[in-house]
């Protein structure tokens, strides 16, 4: 096929392009490197077509003489910054999203859609997809509000489409910086280090932590027709709090510290775990990377760059 991964130089969307090429596809890779980067890319470099756009900004000259079967949408603002720059969140969650649409319904391409599924209720859980919907960030509402757009296209224009809403997403190429800072990889390069991480609120909030691997193996069944018109949760189906979690990786380390303790951030979730049967129906899909195997395989692959 041929396939345009938006976003594509970052953490979940250089592992999609490394699978996608494996199998042989043709790939266009948009992505501005605000958060991605080309050395996430570069063992698939030669083989791929790569484009620095702002995906807020009308993109669909750019591929005017060209025709894609697919379109994966994986650019987002991240969450922890959504309150402070909403504006922002607009324009790449949902003004981006309306701009790879409407190269979709010129092109009559397939949509592919990396969603959150911080946007449910999560006052229950385990949570289905037939949980109500309840953002508690800008980032979940504009998430839910490009949702929308997708399926108004496809009710209005015929775009086939899949939503994708992730759990919580760790492992290798994951960005680290001081305004991005997932969990697991910050856990792991402070304790490296020899520094105390933080734990916010009391730390018995839990996660659905899902390795990249295992996310990206179903963003890649969702090629297949069967998926069209469906919203999925992709999760590991397992619950750990961010205490268990940092046991867990200062184990790992052999390192014996004492956390910094602060309070709860805004827009923070109590708990978290997925009910993934649905995505098992459909694509014969299953979460298969234990938290302790896929901590070991951040360690392996990315030791030399956490300690810079």
Known sequence: MKILVAGGAGFVGSHLVDKLVQQGHKVDVVDD??????????SVMPKIR????DVSQPFAEQFSKDSF?????LPCFPRSQSFENPKRDVEVNVIGMVNALEIARKHKSKVIFSSNSGIYDTSKI???EKTVDDP???????KLQAESFMKLYGEVYGVDFVIFRFATVYGPRQSLSPTWKPVVLEFIAELMKGQRPTIYWDGDQTRDFIYVADLVDALVLALDKKATGETMILGSGKETSINQLFQTVSRILGVNVEPVREPKKLGDIRRMRYD?????RILGWKARTTLEEGIKRIIAADKERLLR
């Open 50 to 53: 790569f484009h620095k756009l």
């Open 136 to 142: 508690k960030t800008p980032y979940d509402l504009d």
């Open 69 to 73: 079967d697919v379109i994966y949408y």
């Open 276 to 280: 993934c049967r649905k995505a098992e």
């Open 126 to 128: 385990p949570i289905d």
């Open 33 to 42: 490197l605000s958060n991605g980067k080309l050395e996430n890319l570069q």
